[in-house]
């Protein structure tokens, strides 16, 4: 047993922090009061330190990164994942060859393939992790399963086929199905497509989750549709990592607000996560027109190399440019370090060209393999979304070559340290709810969440007058201060700030 004694506590309901003692048997959280001393148990002194659930990120690219056990997520506090985000899932099964540049999330699968759900979850509890994952069912890999890069519509037997597939994957535990719809190939699926894989997805109670068709010039309209596929298929809608990009934009945030308020007046059910940081990263091709990524990365060089075609998508790019080119920072280039670091403009101006060319320039040279970091919203936009009612905060994190975005190694730090204790956006305990009671109770992870007796025993204690992060975008992988222990079923996961060896996560099968 572990006594977690004179701790402030911070339960996950919202409550107000209270004084008390949390005792934890095996993997479960046995009492939660003023305690007695209890002989058997190893004692923790929490003066001065807040006690609260272990943060839950329903918004995580570490569908991989957790088999490899690494430990950015554990170091912030995070103690479950909702992975398979954003369209990308590693199941069911992938073609090998010519995916789009934005499967490189998984490029070092090193050709493993995980056929569906069960499989993917067999591996976790054989492997073990960190963290405890749950899995949503990507748009995309599920297309490209069904018909690869191709823009063709699913209609009868390929429609039948990818229902049949989700149907599996849902009945082996999935929680959902998520779209990327401003990405191939989850970009060529259109409403009523959509709304036929939602209706599978209501079979089994689950969740649509959407990282929109735009967050640029057609927002509004990307949101609406999001909410009518929640409407037809009777789901619950997540609308991912909520932001308008682009200065040009940033005044269209109150209506989405308003939409999200009237479908929630309405009776739809809708929710909304974000990540506490001005930037977003993703492949340099998601800047491009869809249709010039059709096929996968080689057709994609082809028409870059065709004159005519690469000035249709050089124009195309440029026209739906919500920010600027100085506001597009390389993170990855493979074997061109020195190109880290630097904006799009920067190279521009060293090469006396445009911005739009140079960037088309860099994927020709690159293999398409560019990742950025892209600047894409305003301050008070950041606080609205976050001060949202239904927004739970999430990571969106992803270990790359280079530089990864800093939210993989802070999020929650800066979150709780620069947001809420230094700027006041909120209260802690209510911001410790958006972290830990809101998603769990938002994608049904029963018994997570909320410290109380019978629950697991996911925890971390911190120190609310120094939690923080100096993660920058130059130097983004900087361990937070401040996360003093985490413990995930009942087991350290981190003790002083130090992550152990310990693989107490587990994957959260829903179906089975």
């Not at 959280?29 to 272990?54: K, T, Y």
């Not at 996968?296 to 065709?306: F, Q, S, V």
Request: aromatic letters at 6%; a negative charge.
């Amino acid at each position: 047993m572990i006594l977690l004694k004179h701790g402030d506590l911070i339960d996950g309901t919202g409550s107000v922090p209270r004084r008390a003692d949390v005792l934890i048997e095996g993997k479960t959280i046995r009492d939660v009061g003023v305690l007695d001393h209890v002989s058997d148990a190893e004692m923790v002194d929490c003066q001065g330190l807040a006690v609260c659930p272990g943060f839950i990120d329903v918004h995580s690219h570490s569908d991989l990164e957790a088999l490899q056990h690494r430990s950015e997520k554990i170091c912030q506090g995070v103690t479950t994942e909702v992975v398979g985000n954003c369209g990308f899932s590693l199941f069911p099964n992938l073609p090998l060859e010519n995916l789009v540049p934005s499967f490189e999330i998984f490029k070092d699968r090193a050709g493993q393939q995980w056929d569906d759900a069960g499989s993917y979850f067999d591996d976790v509890e054989k492997q073990r992790s960190h963290t405890h994952l749950a899995a949503l069912t990507g748009h995309s890999s599920l297309r490209a399963h069904v018909i690869g890069m191709s823009a063709d519509k699913l209609e009868g037997a390929t429609q039948r086929q990818a229902e049949a597939v989700l149907d599996s994957c849902l009945e082996q535990g999935s929680i959902g199905l998520s779209t990327g719809l401003n990405e191939v190939p989850s970009s060529y699926g259109d409403l009523d497509e959509l709304v036929k894989l939602c209706r599978v997805v209501r079979r089994y109670d689950g969740f649509y989750t959407s990282h929109l068709r735009d967050y640029k010039f057609h927002i509004i309209e990307a949101v609406e549709e999001a909410l009518e596929i929640g409407r037809r298929a009777g789901v619950p809608v997540q609308l991912s990592h909520l932001q308008t990009v682009g200065r040009k934009n940033w005044d269209k945030m109150d209506v989405v607000l308003d939409l999200v308020d009237h479908a929630l007046q309405e009776g739809v059910d809708v929710g909304i996560d974000a990540y506490p940081y001005l930037a977003g990263s993703c492949n340099l091709t998601q800047l491009l027109p869809v249709w010039s990524l059709e096929g996968g990365t080689e057709p994609l060089l082809e028409r870059l190399a065709d004159a005519d075609i690469y000035r249709q998508i050089a124009t195309e790019t440029e026209e739906n440019m919500g920010n600027d080119w100085d506001d597009i920072l390389l993170c990855t280039v493979p074997g061109r370090g020195d190109l880290i670091g630097q904006t799009v403009r920067d190279i521009a101006d060293s090469r006396a060209r445009v911005g739009v060319d140079t960037a088309l320039d860099l994927l020709m040279e690159n293999n398409a393999r560019v990742q950025i970091i892209s600047f894409n919203q305003s301050e008070e936009n950041l606080r609205k979304v976050l001060s949202h009612p239904c927004t739970s905060v999430i990571t969106d994190g992803l270990v790359v070559d280079g530089k990864s975005h800093p939210r993989t190694f802070g999020t929650y730090p800066k979150f709780l340290g620069e947001y809420v204790r230094d700027k006041g956006w909120m209260t802690l305990e209510k911001a410790v709810w958006k972290a830990t009671g809101l998603p769990a109770q938002r994608f049904g992870l029963a018994g997570r969440g909320v410290v109380a007796p019978g629950n697991w025993a996911d925890l971390v204690v911190f120190s609310p007058e120094k939690i923080g992060t100096h993660a920058t975008y130059e130097n983004p992988d900087l361990a937070p201060e401040g996360i003093e222990h985490v413990l995930v079923n009942g087991r350290w996961a981190l003790r002083h700030g130090n992550p152990t060896a310990g693989l107490a996560g587990t994957a959260l099968r829903h179906r089975v």
